[in-house]
């Protein structure tokens, strides 16, 4: 049945992947069903609370409203390419390390989308103020850590020089 | 009946790359096709099975269609120009910040980078009950929902009901009416340029269209002309959470002074109604006033003359009369941009008082 579906070409996570798919099928579940990467999160399926967040083409979008077809030839990056090849005992992304220093993350269903747009934010804001933080988060919900914690640890990520700083914070607690 | 709200129904798509192309196949399936810009609003109409086009035409491939262009007289933005584009382009910021700021307080980051200028303007109704298949005026049926004793109508309409009480629910549109914008649309005569306020349509003309466009037309730009340019401006929403929320109200200004008397004014406010309402009374009942409060008083006033409330919506009266008394004077020694959007203790004054 695939064979009759068009080929959608992407670059996910720096990897060049083609994908047969309807093309109206959502982004969100090409990443998720077609090329196993079920770190992006569904949570209202309308554009609401964006823990479907990725980054296509340098820009924060919510991948479940976008229908594939308008990610061909797109460079997209979901929350497994924000920290390449972990290994145990590996190497986590600055924000992904701050997250956890500063419990940022309680069920995680927010996180992955979370992260995504934190890590856009750094990218156009390297110190950003905490209304810029505010704003760059301002499409994503979560429902369990009142969102003081992600905002500090979006902070601490864009602040701290060193990781080891940010692990010993995370186990003095 | 359970819905699968995931996956999408069948269709055929189209995707065109030219806007010659995109209007002649809209021609050929007429009412059979849905016009499809970022999609945000589209993939839930399609989604839930409420809206059952045969045929889908896609604009994404259209790149005549993206972009902003300085002209001679001012600017001209292609209808798939991204919302973030908008917010963003300098000589907006610059001469027509009315609408960067009424833009850049749509929903949230990933929808400004995905929602198109276009498509934010041809956007339908909010209400609920419709957006939820129920069979109700607008949806070609024979009641409202919404304007009923126990209708949740918080959000509706106190002006220009007939039948559906629903608003409009876009924030850029009241900045095109006080930029004084035109639309350019292709229909099947060639093409016309109507005022931002004409492109939409009230209940009373036809319940179930929400704008002039018939089958087969297309918008492709929005222009602003230059005649607003660099004018003292002011845009406000009020929303229930301070960022993502559609309006409850927004209102925007364009003013220009001389010797500190309004010589020239634009006033929209869009969420009060089924149309996005220009406010012409007022714009001719405060032309050679103070821009002082008294004449925002005036104003206000005068604005919510005739509104008439739901069961739930009574505060929209005294909001509306703030918003506009700030759209009129609230100018006056302060320049417009960042000033008030969205603020919380600005929206607590609204409700108050
Ligand atoms: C969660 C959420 C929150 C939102 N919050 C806000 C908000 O606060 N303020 C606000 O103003 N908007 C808000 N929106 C609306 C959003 O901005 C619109 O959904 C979006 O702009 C639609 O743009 P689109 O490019 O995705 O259009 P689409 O969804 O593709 O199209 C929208 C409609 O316009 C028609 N259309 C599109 N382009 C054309 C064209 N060129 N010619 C003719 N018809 C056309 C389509 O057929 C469709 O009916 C929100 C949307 C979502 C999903
Ligand atoms: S307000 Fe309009 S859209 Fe809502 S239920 Fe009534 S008729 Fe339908
Ligand atoms: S799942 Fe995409 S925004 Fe909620
Ligand atoms: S951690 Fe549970 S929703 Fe944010």
């Known amino acids: ?49 964006g ?25 997209i990056q979901t929350v497994e390419g924000l920290a390449p090849k972990l290994e145990p005992g590996g190497t ?20 992955p989308g979370m ?59 | 009946m359970a819905i699968i709200r995931d996956v999408m129904p069948a269709f055929d798509l189209l995707q065109p790359s030219s806007a010659a192309d995109a209007q002649k196949l809209l021609q ?16 839930d109409w399609l989604k839930d099975r409420i809206k059952k086009p045969k045929v889908l035409v896609d604009l994404s491939g259209i790149d005549e269609l993206k972009g902003i262009r300085v002209t001679g007289d001012g600017v ?32 949230s980051p990933q929808i400004r980078n995905q929602g198109t200028l276009g498509g934010n303007v041809s956007q339908d109704v909010r209400c609920w009950y419709y957006r939820g298949g129920w069979p109700c005026y607008r949806a070609g049926g024979n009641i409202c929902y919404a304007d009923t004793p126990v209708g949740r109508n918080r959000e509706h309409a106190i002006f220009g009901a007939d039948r559906c009480v629903a608003v409009h629910p876009s924030d ?32 009373d003309l036809d319940i179930t269209r929400i704008n002039m466009l018939q089958p087969g037309d297309l918008l492709t730009a929005i222009r602003i002309p230059s005649t607003w340019a660099g004018a003292t401006f002011y845009f406000e929403k009020v929303r229930d959470r301070n960022v993502w929320d559609f309006p409850l109200m927004n209102v925007a200004s364009a003013i220009v002074l001389s010797g500190g008397a309004i010589s020239r004014i634009r006033l ?73 959007t969205g603020d919380l203790d600005t929206q607590e004054v609204a409700w108050n008082s």
């Open chain 2, 268 to 340: 929209a406010v869009n969420a009060v109604s089924p149309r996005p309402m220009r406010l012409k009374n007022v714009e001719d009942a405060v032309v050679g006033k103070p821009a002082d409060a008294s004449t925002g008083e005036m104003a206000g006033k005068l604005a919510v003359q005739g509104a008439v409330p739901l069961q739930f919506n009574a505060y929209k009266i005294p909001l509306m009369r703030n918003l506009v008394k700030r759209a009129v004077c609230g100018v006056a020694g302060q320049q417009a941009y960042g000033a008030l």
């Open chain 2, 172 to 203: 850029s549109v009241p900045a095109l009416i006080a930029l004084d914008a035109k639309f350019v649309v292709q229909t099947s005569k060639g093409e016309k340029t109507v005022d931002a306020e004409n492109y939409y349509i009230g209940p």
């Open chain 2, 28 to 43: 050929e399936h007429g009412s059979d096709a849905w016009i499809m810009a970022g999609g945000l609003d589209s993939f």
């Open chain 1, 115 to 173: 992260l995504m747009a934190a890590a856009q934010l750094l990218e156009t804001h390297p110190r950003p103020t905490l209304a810029e933080i505010r704003e760059g988060l301002a499409g994503n919900l979560c429902r369990c850590t009142g969102f003081m914690r992600i905002f500090e640890s979006v902070l601490a990520a864009s602040t701290q020089a060193s990781q080891p700083a940010l692990r010993q914070a995370h186990h003095a607690r």
């Open chain 2, 76 to 107: 001209e933005i292609g209808a798939m120009t991204t919302l973030t584009e908008v917010a963003e382009h300098p000589e907006i910021r610059k001469n027509y910040s009315v609408l960067s700021q009424a833009v850049s307080v749509v929903a």
């Open chain 1, 51 to 75: 823990s479907c967040s990725v980054r296509m083409n340098g820009e924060l979008v919510n991948s479940c409203l976008i229908p594939v077809l308008q990610a061909q030839g797109a460079e």
């Open chain 1, 1 to 49: 049945m695939s064979a009759r579906w068009p080929t959608i070409r992407m670059i996910v996570n720096g990897e060049q992947r083609g994908i047969q798919a309807p093309p109206m099928k959502r982004l969100l579940d090409v990443l998720r069903q077609d090329l196993h990467l079920t770190g992006t999160k569904e949570g209202c399926g309308e554009g609401e609370c």
């Open chain 1, 92 to 111: 986590l992304h600055p924000l992904q390390e701050a997250f956890l220093a500063c419990g940022g993350a309680q069920c995680g269903i927010c996180t």
